[in-house]
Structure formats: structure tokens, C-alpha cells
């Protein structure tokens, strides 16, 4: 499974939402090779706890670094 590590570039969500420079990690199935709003929002529910919209969730918004 490749793993991909974000970092907020921004503040995402509104105040609610993850703080400019929050960081997480991402799997993926093997083959996939590029995160998406869907995998984030996952790890983001599963990691926080918070359910934010894909809208907030789409990859320009993160650093992102394959691990």
C-alpha cells in the first residue's frame, strides 16, 4: 500500500475544519499511485474525526509527499 503524507498549505474547512500546516497520511491500494478528495476525506475522518466536504479535500490544497 503506498503511503503519501499531506501538509495543509492552508486552512481548510473554516474553523472547524484542519489548521494551516496540519499533517497526515494517506494509503492508498497498491497500483494507485495519486491521492484524491475521497481518500483524503477518509484519512482526515479517520485521523480527526472531522466529516469535512470533498470540496475542502481536493489535493492543490496539500503538500503532498510520496513515503
Known amino acids: 500500500m503506498p503511503a503519501f503524507k499531506l501538509t495543509a498549505k492552508q486552512q481548510i474547512g473554516g474553523s472547524n475544519g484542519l489548521p ?3 499533517t497526515f497520511q494517506v494509503l492508498t491500494p497498491n ?3 495519486t491521492v484524491n478528495a475521497i481518500r ?3 484519512a482526515v475522518l479517520k485521523q480527526f474525526g472531522k466529516d469535512l ?4 479535500l ?10
Open 40 to 42: 483524503i476525506r477518509e
Open 20 to 22: 494551516k500546516g496540519t
Open 31 to 33: 497500483g494507485v499511485n
Open 58 to 67: 481536493m489535493p492543490m490544497r496539500f503538500d503532498i509527499v510520496k513515503l
Open 53 to 56: 466536504s470533498e470540496q475542502w
